[in-house]
């Protein structure tokens, strides 16, 4: 174990760690590696671009954060645990954002159930922008209808459940099988839900200062008590294997585990960058510059690291030139206030 920072530097470092990484990987998301090189040259994209911004990925993981953030509050006030009828709730309220749904259709109505008589992240203008959200996301959301593990809404596995898990690993008290619910909501294939399980897993104990590698091996014994979980456990196997055999990382090593578009392969591409970068940008920038869903394994890394280091890791000026910096920033501040280990218990 190493010294785990602050809780709430924790919160800040992982939410804007993926924040950034998300920004990064938005500008290459779609572009193969030939075509990333081309513009950018062999090391491919290398400098954080001026007002970068979020996509899909970082609006869905501070809508989990508030549906947390509601969970919470309502048990506070009723002892009433429900945190995945708030998560869903998160989500019917980002696809407003998305000019998909109504703004307050979430299912719960008034104030989402969180007690606090206020709308929060709906009414920010700079979360109503639609920037390629995942097609399994959106249908599952409109569908009006949650998914879980034995009811699933679809047979997906798209990363759109893994890259929005990280504040679950944050603040739950069993963050794997939070994770594994919130994943299920909208992604009915284990390996779509199992690895944003073991994502959570993996940062709730990054956040408590255990190591990536043995993190990821404990995330993988988690897993393996639910059916359907052999995709999820291999790729993680994968990454750490490549990890040690690969110790630079590479697009081409990269590319040996997948493109990212699914669950299980964004999930082990971050692992696998998070453990090989010597820096926090050399991960990030390794887990951009691939030909696949680059944004996701992005945000996926940078909330790896930002969780295991705190906000020091995270580059000021990545930091500072984030678009959304100040609704991150915000809701990291709020989301720590919350969750702080002194101020009680957790969903």
């Known amino acids: 174990m190493t010294p785990a920072p602050a809780f709430g530097d924790a919160v800040a470092g992982c939410l804007l760690g993926g924040a950034v990484g998300d920004a990064l990987g938005a500008v290459v998301e779609f572009d193969s590696l030939d ?13 954080f671009p001026a ?14 954060a508030e549906g947390l953030m509601r969970a919470r509050r309502r048990f506070d006030a009723r002892r009433i645990d429900h945190a995945t009828d708030q998560l869903w709730a998160a989500y019917r309220r980002w696809l407003a954002t998305q000019g998909e749904g109504k703004d307050g259709d979430d299912g719960v109505g008034g104030d989402g159930g969180g007690g606090d008589g206020g709308r929060g992240l709906v009414e920010e203008p700079v979360l109503r922008h639609r920037r390629a959200p995942g097609r399994t996301c ?4 409109v569908g009006n209808e949650p998914g879980f593990v034995d009811l699933p809404v ?10 929005r898990v990280a504040p679950v690993g944050l603040a739950a008290r069993r963050p794997s099988g939070l994770g594994i619910a919130s994943a299920a909501l909208t992604h009915g294939h284990p390996s779509g839900y199992l690895a944003a399980g073991a994502a959570a897993d993996i940062i709730g104990r990054l956040r408590a200062g255990q190591g990536l590698r043995p993190a990821a091996e404990a995330a993988i014994e988690a897993v393996a008590a639910w059916d359907g ?6 790729a993680l196997r994968g ?4 990890a040690e055999s690969d110790p630079i990382p590479t697009p081409e090593a990269v590319g040996r585990l997948g493109q990212g578009w699914v669950a299980e392969e964004a999930l082990a591409i971050a692992v696998y960058c998070a453990l090989t970068g010597d820096t926090f940008e050399a ?11 680059s944004d996701s394994t992005g945000a996926i890394t940078g909330n790896l690291l930002g969780a295991a280091g705190g906000r020091s890791v995270v580059p000021e000026d990545w930091i500072a030139g984030l678009a959304e910096r100040a609704v991150v920033e915000g809701v990291a501040a709020a989301f720590g206030a919350c969750f702080d280990p002194s101020s009680g218990s957790s969903p």
């Open 35 to 47: 075509d990333i090189r081309r513009r950018y040259g062999p090391a491919g994209l290398v400098d």
């Open 51 to 64: 007002g970068g911004s979020i996509t899909d990925d970082t609006q869905m993981t501070l809508f989990t």
């Open 138 to 141: 959106l249908s599952a959301l």
């Open 154 to 163: 679809n047979n997906s596995k798209g990363c759109g459940g893994v890259m």
């Open 229 to 234: 979980h052999e995709e999820t456990a291999a």
């Open 239 to 242: 990454a750490l294997s490549l």
């Open 283 to 293: 991960a990030v920038r390794a887990a951009v510059n691939h030909s696949g869903d």
